[in-house]
């Protein structure tokens, strides 16, 4: 059996447990990602993304919601420190409760990619869209998506 | 990743028996060797989806009702501190009317205490008013005796009968006067008292 996930390695940056389980379960059920990680805090990320740098599992992938309670910084700075100092090829984006335009210019200017809104009552449905669209991700051919 | 065939044996026996299959990432990394094991990593795949979507299903329904409390407990303290607020106002409400009513009830007694001393007064006026008539009519009557007194004397008439009766009624109206105006100095400082 050859596997097809085009997503090798997916990291998900989200200090709240629940909500990493709930958002695991729905990368599972949809088939996202060959492998599927969380971590709690946006150091954690960062010593993980220099750990894993030249490494073939390292994640082309990862999800960073923007506040991180006990983190030493926030995921807004992460995408910036992941896009500009250890990632190559890696599509970021942001998974958050909030919706507010500056942050978004400022995940922009970082790096990020796309924007999903954590409220949001599908997320099953919003990955799978996620997971059509991230070939032109990776391939730099689509614009700053938010999903709602 | 593969298996060799006897832990596949053992997979498949477990899977048959037990309905018990392999799940996780690492399912996704196994490679098949024959049809049977394709199907069976395929079959441990569809149970690790179904896994998911079902434990998904239930976080998602919890999320939505913990979103829900959160809500409703928002408005709960809203209403908490709403209901505190207007609990204060009636306070304030109660305290202000507990004062209007200790001030109207000390108005009330100010009122009867005046209509009190209004009433002796009167009283007191009234006295003082017939006190002093009474002195004017002792007055006129002596004015009255002594002209006829004086006249007698002039006229040159018996004057033993005229003058013993003018001195007796003079001294009765001379005690009377005394009297009066004894009555009268008391009324006065029973009314100055009074005040």
């Known amino acids: ?148 | 990743m593969k298996i060799n065939d006897t832990l596949f044996i053992e997979l498949l026996e477990l899977s048959k028996t037990k309905e018990i299959y392999l799940s996780g990432d690492i399912v996704k990394h196994l490679v098949s060797d024959n049809d049977e094991q394709d199907q069976y990593f395929k079959k441990c795949i569809e149970v690790h989806k179904k896994t998911a979507k079902e434990r998904f299903a239930v976080s998602q329904k919890a999320l939505i009702q913990n979103d829900q409390l959160k809500k409703q407990q928002s408005v709960n303290q809203k209403l908490v501190v709403e209901l505190t607020a207007r609990n204060q106002e009636l306070h304030l409400e109660k305290e202000k009317t507990s004062n209007i009513l200790t001030l109207v009830k000390k108005d009330k007694e100010n009122v009867e205490v005046k209509l009190k001393l209004m009433e002796s007064e009167k009283k007191f006026d009234i006295m003082a008013k017939a006190l002093n008539w009474i002195l004017i009519l002792v007055a006129v009557i002596i004015i009255g005796i002594i002209t006829i007194y004086l006249s007698h004397l002039f006229l040159g008439k018996d004057m033993e009968v005229v003058s013993n009766q003018v001195f007796t009624i003079l001294s009765n109206l001379m005690i009377a006067s005394i009297s009066i105006v004894s009555a009268l100095f008391g009324v006065k400082s029973l009314q100055e008292k009074h005040n």
């Open chain 1, 1 to 148: 059996m050859k596997n097809n996930y085009i997503i090798k390695s997916l990291l998900c940056v989200e200090d709240d447990i629940f909500y990493s389980y709930l958002f695991k379960d729905a990368a599972e059920s949809t088939d996202l990602a060959l492998q599927t990680k969380i971590l709690k805090s946006s150091d954690e990320a960062e010593t993980y993304f220099r750990e894993t740098k030249d490494n073939e599992y390292r994640p082309d992938c990862i999800f960073v919601d923007v506040n991180l309670d006990g983190s030493s910084f926030n995921g807004l700075e992460l995408i910036r420190k992941i896009n500009f100092e250890y990632g190559n090829n890696v599509v970021i984006g942001v998974i958050s409760t909030s919706n507010d335009d500056h942050e978004k210019a400022i995940a922009v200017k970082n790096g990020a990619q796309f924007w999903i809104l954590k409220d949001t009552i599908d997320l099953e449905k919003v990955l799978l869209d996620f997971k059509k669209d991230f070939q032109f991700f990776l391939n730099r051919t689509i614009n700053f998506k938010v999903y709602q």
